[in-house]
Structures are given as C-alpha cells and as structure tokens.
C-alpha cells in the first residue's frame, strides 16, 4: 500500500481559499486513483474530488464543483487539492486516499489513507 501524507489544511474566512497536498510515497501512476474526501462531525465521508492518475480525468462532488480543482504533479509524487471561495459548510477533516481499483467513485475501493488535514471555514 502507498503512504499518504496530507498537509496545507487551516482556518479561513468564508470566501477564503486554501490548497491541500496529499503527499505519496511512490510513483502516483501506481495507483489508479487518488481522491480527497472530507468528513464532518456526525456525517459519513463524502467525495469531494478524484483524479484518475494516469488518464488525468476528474470528478468532483457536486457541493464544490466550480470552485475546487484537484491536480496531480508527477515529478513530485503529489496531489494538490485547490479549494477556493471557501463556505462555512466546507468544514470538515479532509483526507486523500488512493485505489487501485477501476470503481473510483466508490470509497469502500480506497485501501490506502493519510491521517487528514482539518479545514475550519468561519463566517
């Protein structure tokens, strides 16, 4: 299983921006997905965006399209997730995990997870 470290998370105002790093421990082509979730107190983690590593294609949930971009840098065996105008609701412990498997979107498929980042969005 690959290591994942995150990093970047913190506490920001509403309209804020922030951008997360999912450090991993080898080459991120050796996956076939990587994605950042978040959970929030009492609430089921949740999707928020996954890049398949090697194609380059993403998804992303539906609360966050629009302002948040995830991208991978493969020299740095990094993944970064860009969140802009920030909201209160945003609110959560985000973590990336990776997959080897093709169903992506499902994240019971994610074997491999960082300890997570806590963002605090205040209005």
């Known amino acids: 299983q690959v290591q994942l470290v995150e990093s970047g998370g913190g506490s920001v105002q509403d309209g804020g921006s922030l951008r997360l790093s999912c450090a991993v421990s080898?080459?991120?082509?050796?996956?076939?997905?990587i994605g950042w979730f978040r959970q929030a107190p009492g609430k089921e983690r949740e999707v928020v965006a996954i890049i398949y590593t090697n194609a380059g294609n993403t998804v992303y949930g539906d609360s966050v399209k629009g302002r948040f971009t995830i991208s991978q840098d493969n020299a740095k065996n990094t993944v970064y997730l860009q969140m802009n105008s920030l909201k209160p609701g945003d609110t959560a412990m985000y973590y990336c995990g990776a997959s080897a498997d093709r169903r992506c979107t499902f994240i019971t498929r994610y074997n491999s997870w960082g300890q997570g980042t806590q963002v605090t969005v205040s209005s």
């Open positions: 080898e080459d991120t082509t050796s996956t076939n997905c």
